[in-house]
């Protein structure tokens, strides 16, 4: 198989290239995202692998057809990135990587919390220039406090842990209730009125779109230190701004952004940013910003390797498809 791979980090060539002679298939690295523009790089191919930013749209999924290729390759969990409708109707069968370390999502926004909290990204400049104040960086104990989780799927089931480690009282929300998990689950609202942080684990759909709003901020506890490791337009971004300006909410760590595409990921640092709701954010000294990079350990990479090459090799040789979305 020979599979056109968009959207090529040094990191990614790492891991797949290796493992592509295990598996039988030829990959060509293509260091552009796939767009309507850019999908006639895929030519000769029978995939395509593309990653959370890359946006297959009716008019993508429409070329792909047209160059005869049957399969994406998601080499992610989400899936929202993609317009299924199209893909169906094309009979183009999409396969994604549904986990590959919930742990490491988890991980991360637990450390994402803790240096929002503690100040610990504002503690690193500042001895870095011997300045040894620590005025204005109090923090508070996460112990005894109350943490709310949305989502408890594979990665939420994680963050619950963690928090309970931390002695916090967990609260739950999810559609489909785990009761096997050491938390207890409260409508939403109940969950924005009593939680001291709020971490977001569900995925991005027409229902979650915004869930965190100028009404849900407004339930929100005076303080309350928001992280979404989950997808950026699960938070309504002018609505956060108010809630910090207003001082409503004490910490944000975004590791996800609604308008990232094009910014997160790429070394932008010598351009003139247009995003002014994004540089406003990053003015914030309680707002931590990563570029979507939960996923980012080695085991977490090297398991979407191997998943990723998995699926093709399964679709390559008509065995029964795990990861279908
Ligand atoms: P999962 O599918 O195991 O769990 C998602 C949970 O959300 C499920 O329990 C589901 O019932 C729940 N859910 C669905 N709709 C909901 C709603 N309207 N309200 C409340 N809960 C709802 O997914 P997993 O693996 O835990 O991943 C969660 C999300 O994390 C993914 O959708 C993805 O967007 C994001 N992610 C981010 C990464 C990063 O690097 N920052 C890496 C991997 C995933």
């Not at 690295?29 to 006639?40: H, K, N, P, R, S």
């Not at 928001?226 to 975004?254: F, P, Q």
Request: net charge negative.
């Amino acid at each position: 198989m020979d599979i056109a791979f968009f959207r090529t980090k040094p990191y990614d060539r790492l891991w797949f290239e290796p493992l592509s002679k295990e598996y039988g298939c030829r990959i060509h690295f293509i260091e552009a995202g796939l767009t309507a523009d850019t999908v006639v790089l895929a030519s000769g191919s029978n995939a395509v692998c593309i990653f959370v930013n890359d946006y297959v749209t009716e008019e993508v999924a429409e070329g792909l057809a047209s160059l005869g290729i049957k399969l994406i390759l998601l080499r992610c969990a989400g899936f929202n990135n993609v317009n299924l409708d199209a893909t169906k109707a094309l009979g183009i069968t999409v396969l994604r990587v549904p986990s590959y370390s919930p742990a490491a999502v988890a991980e991360f926004s637990m450390a994402a919390i803790l240096t929002v909290n503690r100040q610990l990204h504002r503690a690193y400049t500042r001895t870095r220039d011997f300045n040894m104040s620590i005025n204005g960086l109090m923090g508070r104990d996460m112990n005894g406090k109350t943490a709310g989780v949305i989502g408890t799927g594979k990665i939420g089931q994680c963050m619950i842990d963690i928090f309970n480690g931390f002695h916090m009282k967990v609260l739950a929300y999810d559609l489909y209730p785990n009761e096997n998990l050491d938390a207890v689950y409260v409508p939403l609202d109940e969950l924005f009125e009593k939680s001291d942080v709020i971490s977001l684990h569900c995925p991005l759909t027409a229902d979650t779109y915004h869930l965190v709003n100028e009404l849900s901020i407004q339930k929100m506890k005076q303080g309350v230190i928001i992280s979404n490791t989950s997808r950026g337009s699960l938070i309504d971004s002018a609505a956060l701004i108010e809630g910090l300006k207003n001082g409503k909410i004490g910490g944000v760590a975004l590791d996800v952004y609604e308008e990232e595409e094009g910014l997160f990921y790429e070394d932008v640092s010598n351009k003139i940013i247009h995003d002014d709701v994004l540089t406003r954010l990053s003015t914030f000294p309680n707002v931590l910003i990563t570029s979507h990079m939960g996923f980012f350990t080695r085991e977490a990479m090297q398991a979407i390797a191997i998943e990723t090459l998995e699926n093709a090799f399964a679709y390559e040789n008509g065995m029964k498809l795990l990861n279908i979305v």
